[in-house]
C-alpha cells in the first residue's frame, strides 16, 4: 500500500478534532433506544444501542485519560502501534498495545471496560494510528468525563507517570 497521508484520512472520514484528542467521526448510530429507566444509574439518559466512530492519533498527540459509563471496544485498523493506558477504580494500570504484530503481543483489539479511565499515544517511531471504538450502549458526550490530573494524582500517586503523560 502506498503510504497514506493523515491529511487523506481526515478528508476521506471526515474527521473532526476530538475533545480528548485526535480525530473523530461517527460512522454508526443505531437507531434502536434504551430508557434511562431500564439503564443503570450511570447513564444520564435515553441511550441508543450501539455507535462507531473511526479515530485517528497523530504521533505526537495523546488521547487524553477519560472514562464513559460503557464497555468500549477499541479496533485496530491502519498506521503504527497505539497503547492504551487504562485504570481501574482500584488504581490497577495496564497498557494494552493495539497493531499488527502479533507475535509481539499486539491485539487486534481491546475491550476496555466501563468506568476505567483510560486514554492512548502512538508507538514512539510511528506516525499515527487509525482506528475504530464501538461502544454499547451508545456514546453519548453527556457521559463522558476528562481526568482532573490533580485530582487522580491524589486518588492514585503510585501512577505518576501515566497521569502526567495522558493528562493536562
Given at each position: 500500500m502506498d503510504k497514506i497521508e493523515i491529511s487523506e484520512l481526515v478528508?476521506?472520514?471526515n474527521l473532526?478534532?476530538?475533545?480528548?484528542?485526535?480525530?473523530?467521526?461517527?460512522?454508526?448510530?443505531?437507531?434502536?433506544?434504551?430508557s434511562k429507566t431500564s439503564l443503570p444509574n450511570r447513564f444520564k439518559g435515553d441511550r441508543n444501542f450501539s455507535s462507531n466512530i473511526?479515530?485517528?492519533?497523530?504521533?505526537?498527540?495523546k488521547s487524553s485519560l477519560h472514562r464513559i459509563p460503557a464497555d468500549e471496544t477499541w479496533h485496530f485498523y491502519l498506521g503504527d502501534p497505539l497503547t492504551i493506558v487504562q485504570i481501574s477504580p482500584k488504581g490497577a494500570a495496564e497498557k494494552i498495545v493495539l497493531g499488527q504484530n502479533i507475535k509481539n503481543g499486539e491485539k487486534f483489539a481491546h475491550v476496555v471496560p466501563a468506568g476505567y479511565?483510560?486514554?492512548?499515544?502512538?508507538?514512539?517511531?510511528?506516525?499515527?494510528?487509525?482506528?475504530?471504538?464501538?461502544?454499547?450502549?451508545?456514546?453519548?458526550?453527556?457521559d463522558?468525563?476528562?481526568?482532573?490530573?490533580?485530582?487522580?494524582?491524589?486518588?492514585?500517586?503510585?501512577l505518576k507517570d501515566v497521569i502526567t503523560q495522558l493528562t493536562d
Open positions: 478528508r476521506i472520514y473532526q478534532p476530538h475533545p480528548e484528542g485526535g480525530y473523530y467521526s461517527e460512522y454508526y448510530r443505531d437507531k434502536g433506544t434504551i473511526w479515530f485517528l492519533l497523530p504521533k505526537g498527540e479511565w483510560f486514554g492512548a499515544i502512538v508507538s514512539p517511531s510511528g506516525r499515527f494510528s487509525f482506528v475504530g471504538c464501538t461502544v454499547a450502549p451508545a456514546f453519548d458526550f453527556a463522558f468525563e476528562m481526568a482532573d490530573r490533580e485530582t487522580l494524582l491524589k486518588e492514585f500517586p503510585d
